[in-house]
T-cell receptor, first 114, second 117 residues
Framework: DAKTTQPPSMDCAEGRAANLPCNHS???????VYWYRQIHSQGPQYIIH???NNETNEMASLIITEDRKSSTLILPHATLRDTAVYYC???????????????FGQGTILTVHP | NAGVTQTPKFQVLKTGQSMTLQCAQD?????MYWYRQDPGMGLRLIYY???????DKGEVPNGYNVSRLNKREFSLRLESAAPSQTSVYFC????????????????FGPGTRLTVT
C-alpha cells in the first residue's frame, strides 16, 4: 500500500465545508483512495473511495488530483457529529495478495465547533 | 441485520491468562479481519480470513491465533495474555463482488476493550 500523509488536526466551524487533505505521492495506478472515519473510539466507518475520478455520495465528496498524488475529502456542511478522526488509505481494491487489507495511519483529528 | 457484532465489550485479564474474542457478521461476507488499536494510534491488522477455511497473518500476528469457524464467525484467541496486548480489538468484514472479488468497504464492529494487568 502506498504511504499517505495527513495533517494531525484541523478545525472547522459548524455549517461550513470541511476540506481534509491527503498526500499519497507514491500511489500506484491500481490503488484506490479510501476514506474512513472513527468517532470517539467506535469502529471505523467507511465514507467514500475513488480511483481517479471525483466521487460524491450522501456523506462526502472526494477530489483526486489529475496526477493522483493527492486528494481532498470534502464534508460540505460539517456538523458537530462529524467530529472524528479521518483516515485516508491507499490500497488495492481487488483480491489476490492484498485481500482488502487496510493500513491505517494516525489520521486527521477533525474538530467541528459551534 | 445486526452487521458485525463482537463479544465481550470489555475484559480484564491477568498476565498469562487466555481468552477468546468472538466476532460474527450477518451480511454473508467472505472476508473477515481482526485489528488492534493502541491509544492514539491507527488500527493495525492482526489476522484476516479471505474466505471460510482460510486465515493469514497480518502486520502484528505474534501472540494471537484465529479460527474461521464458519462463514459468519471469526474468533481471535490470546493463549497467554501479556500487558503489551492491552488494546481495543476491532473485527471487520468486507463486501465484495463474488466473481472479481473487487470490494469497496469494510464494516467494523464496536470493539472489545481489553486490559491485561
Amino acid at each position: 500500500d502506498a504511504k499517505t500523509t495527513q495533517p494531525p488536526s484541523m478545525d472547522c466551524a459548524e455549517g461550513r465545508a470541511a476540506n481534509l487533505p491527503c498526500n499519497h505521492s507514491t500511489i500506484s495506478g491500481n490503488e484506490y483512495v479510501y476514506w474512513y472515519r472513527q468517532i470517539h473510539s467506535q469502529g471505523p466507518q467507511y465514507i467514500i473511495h475513488g480511483l481517479k475520478n471525483n466521487e460524491t455520495n450522501e456523506m462526502a465528496s472526494l477530489i483526486i488530483t489529475e496526477d493522483r498524488k493527492s486528494s481532498t475529502l470534502i464534508l460540505p456542511h460539517a456538523t458537530l457529529r462529524d467530529t472524528a478522526v479521518y483516515y485516508c488509505i491507499a490500497t488495492f481494491n481487488a483480491g489476490g495478495t492484498s485481500y482488502g487489507k487496510l493500513t491505517f495511519g494516525q489520521g486527521t483529528i477533525l474538530t467541528v465547533h459551534p | 441485520n445486526a452487521g458485525v457484532t463482537q463479544t465481550p465489550k470489555f475484559q480484564v485479564l491477568k498476565t498469562g491468562q487466555s481468552m477468546t474474542l468472538q466476532c460474527a457478521q450477518d451480511m454473508n461476507h467472505n472476508s473477515m479481519y481482526w485489528y488492534r488499536q493502541d491509544p492514539g494510534m491507527g488500527l493495525r491488522l492482526i489476522y484476516y480470513s479471505a474466505s471460510e477455511g482460510t486465515t493469514d497473518k497480518g502486520e502484528v500476528p505474534n501472540g494471537y491465533n484465529v479460527s474461521r469457524l464458519n462463514k459468519r464467525e471469526f474468533s481471535l484467541r490470546l493463549e497467554s495474555a501479556a500487558p503489551s496486548q492491552t488494546s481495543v480489538y476491532f473485527c471487520a468484514s468486507r463486501d465484495e463482488d463474488p466473481w472479481t472479488r473487487i470490494s469497496y468497504e469494510q464494516y467494523f464492529g464496536p470493539g472489545t476493550r481489553l486490559t491485561v494487568t
